[in-house]
């Protein structure tokens, strides 16, 4: 069976293509921390200017669940498709943060950011402290490394599980936040903002 997890050179290479993310935020003018001054290890307040500061907060549910999909998505070009031969593809998890970094460099683009002010509830959002954005890669990471591990329906009930408690939490979640920036519908942004 083709093994999905990298090896030690594929997590260095992850871990090397983290720092050069940061390092692009850094030199997109991105704050390295919090502007409050500390780095906490949860913020749970999402109409917050702290949001997407720290290192945890409620989207880091979907952050996760990028890293389930990433996994879905390796699974299958290597294993289904036998991309490459089907040879070991230990840079599979390299290609997702190679993705999730993209994600955030456009995500902390002042395109995206306008976005998100202009059609979703975040009004006062001002994108990402790199803390907070290594932190995403790290969770997304985390769900790449637990697909890995659990058997194929657990990796979808645990997305459904988090879908569901975020949207319960905080009215917010991954399908809706796609929904919003791609198709804003003003009801959910009315129901959002409660």
């Not at 549910?61 to 890293?67: D, N, T």
């Not at 970094?101 to 790199?130: A, M, Q």
Request: charged share 10%; net charge positive; hydrophobic share 55%.
């Amino acid at each position: 069976m083709t093994s999905l997890l990298p090896n030690r050179r594929g997590v260095l290479f992850a871990l090397a293509m983290a720092l050069a993310f940061a390092a692009i935020l850094l030199a997109m003018g991105r704050n390295p921390i919090c502007p409050c001054g500390t780095v906490k290890l949860w913020h749970g307040a999402v109409q917050s200017s702290e949001n997407s500061q720290h290192i945890a907060d409620w989207y880091s549910f979907s952050h996760v669940i990028h890293g389930l999909l990433f996994y879905f998505l390796a699974h299958l070009l290597w294993r289904r498709w036998k991309l490459f031969g089907g040879r070991p593809a230990i840079w599979a998890l390299p290609i997702a943060v190679a993705f999730e970094g993209f994600w955030e460099l456009l995500g902390n683009s002042p395109l995206i950011i306008e976005r998100y002010r202009t059609v979703t509830v975040s009004l006062g959002y001002n994108g990402d402290s790199v803390v907070n954005s290594l932190s995403d890669i790290g969770f997304m990471a985390l769900g790449f490394l637990l697909a890995s591990r659990l058997p194929a329906w657990a990796s979808v009930a645990l997305a459904v599980a988090f879908e569901l408690f975020t949207l319960a939490m905080i009215r917010d979640n991954l399908t809706l936040n796609v929904l919003m920036l791609v198709w804003p519908v003003d009801a959910i942004r009315v129901w959002q903002g409660g």
